[in-house]
T-cell receptor, first 116, second 112 residues
């Protein structure tokens, strides 16, 4: 069964450094998402992406964050200048229809980002 | 403000037993409601998706119910297995996905 893959599984970065998290969504999916989950807390939506542009973004997704689909397979999340509070598990997800449809979102197993 | 309350926070049951997890929400307007299973250290896996017109939806041993009038949903697990040990997360969706609110989840442990 096709799956969403994320790399790396764990990223350790110094505060203030830039970090890029990578995702390969399921190949025929059109909608892409990033979420984060701080340890012990609920999953939080960051951004959705469709047709090569951001569809929706939450208040968390400020100017420090950006997303890109640089080619036909990868979907990346960049954090420009990391803060301690960015430490979390970051999940990528994809779906073949939008969030208001009855199509499921398929999640990757996440990248654990640790900011020192 | 959209809120999601799940109960119980945690639950321990014997293998083979049934259980029901609850979700109360306040999102408005309502679009659909999703239940996810999240194993420790893994990404959420979609179990069911229900629109406001659906009362019940099943996926194998998982059956979700929805009462859009009272803004309540439940997830019933039948004949539990050890592999059902996970967090179960309720996600009601409002009109704007930027405001989507995930529940904190119910942590279920199935013991032999």
């Amino acid at each position: 069964e096709p799956e969403v893959t994320q790399t790396p599984s764990h990223q350790v970065t110094q505060m203030g450094q830039e970090v890029i998290l990578r995702c390969v969504p399921i190949s025929n999916h059109l909608y892409f998402y990033w979420y984060r989950q701080i340890l012990g807390q609920k999953v939080e939506f960051l951004v959705s992406f469709y047709n090569n542009e951001i569809s929706e973004k939450s208040e968390i997704f400020d100017d420090q964050f950006s997303v890109e689909r640089p080619d036909g397979s990868n979907f990346t999340l960049k954090i420009r200048s990391t803060k301690l509070e960015d430490s979390a598990m970051y999940f990528c997800a994809s779906s073949d229809d939008g969030p208001y449809s009855n199509q499921p979102q398929h999640f990757g197993d996440g990248t654990r980002l640790s900011i020192l | 403000k959209n809120q999601v309350e799940q109960s119980p926070q945690s639950l321990i049951i014997l293998e083979g037993k049934n259980c029901t997890l609850q979700c109360n929400y306040t999102v408005s307007p309502f679009s659909n409601l999703r239940w996810y299973k999240q194993d420790t250290g893994r990404g959420p896996v979609s179990l069911t998706i229900m629109t406001f017109s659906e009362n019940t939806k099943s996926n194998g041993r998982y059956t979700a119910t929805l009462d859009a009038d009272t803004k309540q949903s439940s997830l019933h697990i039948t004949a539990s297995q050890l592999s059902d040990s996970a967090s179960y997360i309720c996600v009601p969706l409002s009109g704007g996905y930027q405001k989507v609110t995930f529940g904190i989840g119910t942590k279920l442990q199935v013991i032999p």
